[in-house]
């Protein structure tokens, strides 16, 4: 096995697969609407952080528009 913070051998860098707490683990991070649809889902390996990838969730929001036309990916005033 490789050592703590080593890739693991032959798995790329953006998989979702990491250590964490000395196992093997992946970690969901989801924005979800008050009726709890997911808006965006993120995978990372189980030891990234949950504010690094913030930013990253919150660009992932598509809202469908209601007819045709471009997507939102934030509210209109």
Do not use: C, N, W, Y
């Amino acid at each position: 096995m490789p050592a703590k913070g080593d890739s693991l051998r032959g798995e790329p860098s953006d998989h979702a697969i990491g250590r964490s707490r000395g196992g093997l683990s992946t970690k969901i991070h989801l924005a979800s609407d008050a009726r709890a649809r997911p808006l965006a889902i993120v995978l990372t390996a189980g030891q990234a952080g949950d504010a690094p990838v913030f930013g990253t969730v919150m660009a992932a929001i598509r809202v469908p528009a209601p007819g045709p036309g471009v997507h939102a990916s934030g509210p209109t005033r």
